[in-house]
């Protein structure tokens, strides 16, 4: 469904060059939840941005289903890929209802059937007929996430791509957003691609998983491997090591 091939992304700033991703390559097959992690700053979500289209990339090195996409992106390829944002506040207008952020990507693209398309993408995601009218800000932060990933399936889209989508969350809600992601996403019929810091996440949906530093992709890993701890890389085995929490003797002077 989408494959990769050396993608670049890169950033001027007050005169100076940065390489945020380099030549990353993989694959992701329909219907798959494709996992890619790494720490702040190895352009895991700079990847998920240039997929969606969102920041300049190498020139040919996205395609869907074989074919390539353009840099300026037609309504139909935008339709067909949505991306869930991190943060749920910031990604929803403070003066909107639930009822507006639904409704307004219906208007857009000329949908009719309105009302009952997000009466049926509330309900999808859990949420009560008495938050349509809400704001944001009488919301709760799993609500709120809700309410993003409503937007983003409402469209009916063929892709979804998931920039860390728990982690803004609290550690109670964050178990009750991955499991109503890994529903959503068999009952759609998504092909997703997740972007996170946190391997429990990753290993919790997704079926393998690309180790990103400092731009480069340094390892691709099967679920089973990353399990078993069949890390090849030493940054790989690093992260795995830092996964497993606070060691009293690693810390020891």
């Known amino acids: 469904m989408i494959e990769i091939r050396d993608l670049s992304v890169t950033f001027h700033s007050a005169g100076r060059r940065i390489e945020a991703v380099r030549g990353v390559s993989f694959d992701v097959a329909a219907g798959e939840t494709f996992g890619i992690v790494g720490e702040s700053g190895s352009g895991k979500s700079t990847v998920l941005k240039a997929i969606a289209g969102l920041v300049e990339a190498t020139p040919g090195s996205i395609r ?13 390829d935008r339709r067909m890929m949505q991306l869930v944002f991190q943060d749920p506040y910031g990604s929803l207008h403070p003066r909107q209802t639930v009822d507006d952020v639904l409704r307004e990507p219906l208007t857009i693209n000329g949908i009719a059937d309105r009302d009952k398309l997000v009466a049926q993408a509330i309900a999808d995601v ?29 469209l009916r889209p063929r892709i979804l791509l998931l920039d860390e989508p728990t982690s803004a969350l609290d550690v109670s809600i964050q178990a009750e957003i991955l499991n109503l992601i890994s529903r959503l996403r068999r009952s759609y019929q998504l092909t997703s691609i997740l972007v996170s810091h946190d391997l429990a996440v990753v290993a919790h949906l997704c079926s393998r998983v690309a180790i990103m530093k400092s731009g480069r992709l340094v390892e691709l890993l099967t679920l089973e491997a990353l399990r078993r701890g069949g890390a090849k890389e030493a940054y790989t085995r690093e992260l795995l090591a830092a996964s497993k929490g606070y060691a009293r003797a690693a810390a020891a002077p």
């Open 64 to 76: 869907i289903e074989g074919r390539v996409l353009p840099p300026r992106r037609a309504g139909d």
């Open 126 to 154: 859990g949420l009560l007929p008495m938050h349509r009218f809400r704001f944001p800000h009488q919301l709760s932060g799993g609500q709120r996430q809700r309410v993003a990933i409503a937007r983003a399936l409402i």
